[in-house]
């Protein structure tokens, strides 16, 4: 069994992240051994929201611009409402979700993050998962909208809001593990031929 200490989430995000969508998956992430980064698309603190309020901020490690998504397993991407509306504006940030659905790597998306999924033209056929008011942003994008808690279809895991974060973390961190054997059974398999 790989050790998910092997891992190295990307999280994506800018000002107006729903506070819990990122900190508490991070947390979860971080205690599981897993390594994360934080990209924005500057360095400066970006502003967490508490549904509608302000809550805490938190310093990217990077920006957006300095990404070379190869050096990454998975992606993470939370919600808010203004995090995902500026993020899909932003072509870079468009840029590194095509090149995680490319890869087939693992991609996370909760609440309103679906909208870059739905910008970065990786739903159609995909069954999803997402806060109320994206679902016929997804439909009309191809995707398979259903309301549950968690929805993993292939490398995709989505999720509809903060409640859903215990689901979410857990679904990512099952991800990540079975990922991760999967790539050691295949060096191994590799190194016996």
């Known amino acids: ?21 990122l900190f508490e998956p991070r947390k979860a992430l971080l205690d599981a051994g897993v390594k994360v980064t934080l990209a924005s698309i500057k360095t400066d603190p970006i502003q967490g ?26 992606l993470l991407l939370p919600g808010g409402v203004g995090n995902p509306d500026k993020l899909r504006m932003n072509d870079r940030a468009v ?5 995680f659905a490319d890869d087939g790597k693992l991609i996370a998306a909760i609440c309103h993050a679906p909208w870059l999924l739905i910008e970065a033209d990786v739903v159609d056929g995909r069954r999803m998962t997402s806060w109320p008011s994206l679902r016929v942003d997804l439909a009309n994008a191809g995707a398979e ?3 549950e808690e968690v929805v993993r279809d ?40």
């Not at 302000?54 to 998504?69: A, F, N, Q, S």
């Not at 990540?176 to 190194?191: F, I, K, N, W, Y």
């Open 154 to 193: 292939g490398p995709f895991i989505t999720s509809r809001k903060p409640d859903d974060i215990p689901a979410f973390n857990k679904a990512i961190l099952a991800a990540l593990q079975e990922d991760l054997d999967d790539q050691e059974a295949d060096e191994e398999d590799t190194e016996e031929a």
């Open 145 to 147: 909208v259903v309301d």
């Open 49 to 74: 929201m508490v549904f509608d309020d302000k809550g805490d901020t938190i310093t990217p490690d990077t920006t957006l611009d300095e990404i070379d998504t190869e050096d990454f397993t998975a």
């Open 1 to 21: 069994m790989a050790e998910l200490s092997q891992a190295h989430v990307l999280i994506i995000a800018t000002d107006g992240f729903e506070q819990a969508e």
């Open 95 to 99: 840029e590194i979700v095509e090149e």
